[in-house]
């Protein structure tokens, strides 16, 4: 059984365990010295979220996420979501705005966008960073304390963003309070209510990551718009690779393997890596199989 704890959204003591999360050797791509502690998955019945406990300090997780790579997260291929977002921004704002993206990691989804837009972003990986001003001339910063007060956006995107904060009402809230008058907040995650998760629970491939700790669904969408004031205007889910029928039907069989029997998965992984001078599993197959993504825009209501 895992440690007791009250939920890091709403607070409530009304939670439950899932199971056991594995033991890491990563974080955000970087080997690690020693091996993170996954903890348990819990959900709270009062707000729905899933949450990893226990989590890391703050600080620690900035320290973890600021390191030297700058190709974990690195997509220039075509990504699902951003093919959504820039579809919803084109069909909403045709002739430009300003666009904030919140964790915009080297910058490929603003150079995507063009430059009819005023681009910006906010990046907590320095060499990242650097290297997304240098494709969309604008300023990035580390922290969204750092962007000056009287700055407002017309659109703030956050892909693959609050998966990995321990409060994400925290964080919408914060970034919602970057908007302009009739702003729209655009987010994408994984579903923590998909089919196959609610199915393998804390064996899912989304939560084996140490860096993911926050998980939302639709129900845990509806609690947030009730206390925030941000209401969601879209929800829908996607798929976040297109893969091959062939490329698909494997890697459901993985994910079926390791969501039934993880020790053998696993065993039988760190038995591949070895023979191929690898030194343990440190992804899944999984992403892509099904429709396991929410695709979220909230939208600031205007001054009446």
Not at 224 to 249: A, G
Request: hydrophobic letters at 40%.
């Amino acid at each position: 059984m895992g440690p007791r704890s009250i939920c890091p959204c709403c607070a409530s003591h009304d939670i439950f365990e899932i199971g056991k999360l594995p033991d890491s050797p990563c974080f955000a791509g970087t080997r690690l010295e020693e091996p993170i502690k996954g903890g348990w998955l819990y959900r709270c019945r009062t707000c729905k979220l899933k949450f990893r406990n226990p989590s890391e300090s703050n600080s620690t997780y900035r320290s973890l996420y600021d390191n030297a790579t700058t190709a974990t997260w690195d997509a220039e291929t075509s990504r699902a979501d951003w093919d959504l977002i820039v579809r919803y921004l084109l069909e909403r704002q045709p002739q430009g705005s300003r666009v904030l993206d919140f964790g915009c990691y080297t910058g490929g989804l603003l150079a995507r966008l063009g430059g009819r837009y005023q681009r910006y972003g906010v990046e907590i990986n320095r060499d990242a960073a650097a290297i997304a001003s240098k494709k969309v001339g604008r300023n990035v910063w580390s922290s969204v304390d750092e962007i000056p007060s009287e700055l407002r956006f017309d659109a703030v995107i956050a892909t693959d963003v609050v998966e990995h904060v321990v409060n994400p009402l925290l964080l919408i809230k914060d970034l919602a309070s970057k908007l302009s008058d009739d702003g729209i907040l655009i987010i994408t995650t994984g579903d923590a209510d998909s089919a196959l998760w609610n199915r393998f629970g804390a064996n899912w491939w989304y939560c084996f990551y140490p860096e993911h700790i926050s998980f939302l669904s639709a129900s845990w969408l509806e609690y947030m718009s009730e206390v925030s004031v941000i209401p969601v205007v879209h929800c829908e889910n996607f798929r976040y690779y297109k893969l091959s029928m062939i490329r698909r039907l494997l890697d459901l069989i993985f994910v079926h393997w390791y969501g039934l029997f993880p020790s053998s998965f696993l065993f039988v992984g760190r038995l591949i890596g070895r023979l191929r001078g690898r030194q343990d599993v440190t992804s899944l197959p999984g992403v892509g199989v099904s429709n396991d993504h929410l695709f979220i825009v909230l939208r600031r209501m205007g001054r009446p």
